[in-house]
């Protein structure tokens, strides 16, 4: 069965520094997608970033960047000059490309923005 | 465009009592989902389905049932409520053949069972 794992249940970064968030995955399978949400104190979930397994290019959208190692089944976030309203829950998902279409969630990373 | 909507968004229920949770897409979305969310326990999946008349188990499915009579609407059911399912619920919904598709989520149901 796949499983996701981040290891760290929060993380704290000063207001326009670098954090990066850590999340590994298990999986047999080699056609796959990764993914980074976002959910803030609204409880809304938001599709920060994602990763298509057979791209060896790391995703980036604006400040988001992911560093993608397949071999190592390591999918971390980067998050550059990081701003007040990243304050936020992460969570890493991951779904299966071809079949049971379930979507995978970590236990999800608490991240503080300090001022 | 309303998205996915979740009724109720509040709901405080009594140990034994039954009740059911509405999910509701209007984005012609062929599968659905049901998680709930815990501290420090993530999202997990509840049951989910891959289309109208279909679903299937997730990691947490004991205790719920599930229903996908219309291709729009997936109801999360409480036969016999306990406290262990006092949680955040969310409804989350894809469409088909695009599994790198963003996932629409519901704005959660938050249930208390005393």
Redesign the interface.
């Known amino acids: 069965a796949q499983t996701v794992t981040?290891s760290q249940?929060e993380m704290s970064v000063q207001e326009a520094e670098t954090v990066t968030l850590s999340c590994t995955y298990d999986t047999s399978e080699s056609d796959?997608?990764l993914?980074w949400?976002k959910q803030p104190p609204s409880?809304?979930?938001i599709?920060v970033i994602?990763q298509?397994a057979y791209k060896q290019q790391n995703a980036t959208e604006n400040r988001f960047s992911v560093n993608f190692q397949k071999a190592a089944k390591s999918f971390s976030l980067k998050i550059s000059d990081s701003q007040l309203g990243d304050a936020a829950m992460y969570?890493c998902a991951y779904?299966?490309?071809?079949r049971d279409?379930?979507?995978?969630?970590?236990?999800?990373t608490r991240l503080h923005i300090l001022p | 465009n309303a998205g996915v909507t979740q009724t109720p968004k509040f709901r405080v229920l009594k140990t034994g009592q039954s009740m059911t949770l509405l999910c509701a897409q209007d984005m012609n979305h062929e599968?659905m989902?049901w998680?709930r969310q815990d501290p420090?326990?993530?999202?997990?999946?509840i049951h989910?389905s891959?289309g109208e008349g279909t679903t299937a188990k997730?990691e947490v499915p004991d205790g719920y049932n599930v229903s996908r009579l219309k291709k729009q609407n997936f109801l999360l059911g409480l036969e016999s409520a306990a406290p262990s399912q006092t949680s955040?619920y969310?409804c989350?919904s894809?469409p088909p053949g695009r599994?790198?598709a963003?996932?629409f989520?519901g704005?959660?149901t938050r249930l208390t069972v005393v």
């Open positions: 981040q249940p796959y997608y993914f949400y409880r809304q979930m599709l994602r298509e969570f779904r299966y490309m071809n279409d379930k979507i995978i969630f970590g236990k999800g | 599968y989902y998680y420090g326990m993530g999202l997990r999946l989910y891959v997730g955040v969310f989350a894809t599994p790198g963003e996932a989520f704005q959660g």
